[in-house]
T-cell receptor, first 112, second 113 residues
Framework: GEKVEQHESTLSVREGDSAVINCTYTDTASSYFPWYKQEAGKGLHFVID?????DRKQSQRLIVLLDKKAKRFSLHITATQPEDSAIYFCAASRNAGAKLTFGGGTRLTVRP | GGIITQTPKFLIGQEGQKLTLKCQQN?????MYWYRQDSGKGLRLIYYSITENDLQKGDLSEGYDASREKKSSFSLTVTSAQKNEMAVFLC????????????FGHGTKLSVL
């Protein structure tokens, strides 16, 4: 089955700098890649996604890049703010309605 | 907007005990999920249900039962709690009609003494 690996378990950046979280996946048939954010004591909430028909997507300060050849995708958070501090999960599935496989999570800390 | 409510927020059990976690959603979503979250291991799917009375096993279904009594509720039973087990159980829902976005509850934190 699909395996999704998040390479950074923790990441610390200074406020205003960019943060990059990297994920790899194993199933070449995966075509849908969402990202979720979990703040302390809460459930996850969706932040951004990308499908395999594009290699870049941006929503305000969030950019997702997809490299299908390398089976790698990444989340870039620009101009980080303290409220970006959270655990971020990447995930992958074969299509939009299929079961998601999640990575292990990256705890991002934005230092003032 | 809608909300997913998980009860209880904290659950303390004894080894071998049968424990039930509940989840309610008012999104009118078709599909509901139970995930287990362990530190550093991400989320693993236990059970999901695509409609009332439907049940589908996930990757981690052994040791668990689930029940989708009605569209708005999905319960999970730990059939025999394991000593020193500690995890967060997250319930989620999605519209299931090609819309893939999941909405999560805040979780039930389980500790087994």
């Amino acid at each position: 089955g699909e395996k999704v690996e998040q390479h950074e378990s923790t990441l610390s950046v200074r406020e205003g700098d960019s943060a990059v979280i990297n994920c790899t996946y194993t199933d070449t048939a995966s075509s849908y890649f969402p990202w979720y954010k979990q703040e302390a004591g809460k459930g996850l909430h969706f932040v951004i996604d990308i499908r395999s028909n594009v290699d870049r997507k941006q929503s305000q300060r969030l950019i997702v890049l997809l490299d299908k050849k390398a089976k790698r995708f990444s989340l870039h958070i620009t101009a980080t703010q303290p409220e970006d501090s959270a655990i971020y999960f990447c995930a992958a599935s074969r299509n939009a309605g299929a079961k998601l496989t999640f990575g292990g999570g990256t705890r991002l800390t934005v230092r003032p | 907007g809608g909300i997913i409510t998980q009860t209880p927020k904290f659950l303390i059990g004894q080894e071998g005990q049968k424990l039930t976690l509940k989840c309610q959603q008012n999104f009118n979503h078709d599909t509901m999920y139970w995930y287990r979250q362990d530190s550093g291991k991400g989320l693993r799917l236990i059970y999901y249900s695509i409609t009332e009375n439907d049940l589908q096993k996930g990757d981690l279904s052994e040791g668990y039962d689930a029940s989708r009594e009605k569209k708005s509720s999905f319960s999970l039973t730990v059939t025999s709690a394991q000593k020193n087990e500690m995890a967060v159980f997250l319930c989620a829902s999605s519209s299931g009609q090609g819309n893939e976005r999941l909405f999560f509850g805040h979780g039930t934190k389980l500790s087994v003494l």
